[in-house]
């Protein structure tokens, strides 16, 4: 079986929604299972998401459920 080469595109469908599955705790932060609906109509189901103590830092808070929010792209209108 052949590997697929990955291909490169300039912008893909955005999230509409997410719900929390499981957030487990790691020695370098947390690995979070998502449920993902896209705009475009399609869901990813059991994904996988690892967010470290240095990415939550660098979202500017501790709590793990911010981090997953900004890390998928939902950010605070101001």
Known sequence: ?????????????A????DIIEITQTTNGYDVMLDINLDSGY?????????????LSGYETTEVEEGIKYALGFFDQK
């Open 15 to 18: 999230i509409r929604d997410y």
């Open 43 to 55: 869901s990813l189901t059991r994904t996988k998401l690892e967010i470290t103590n240095e990415d």
């Open 1 to 13: 079986m052949s590997e697929l080469e990955p291909l490169e595109y300039e912008t893909g469908t």
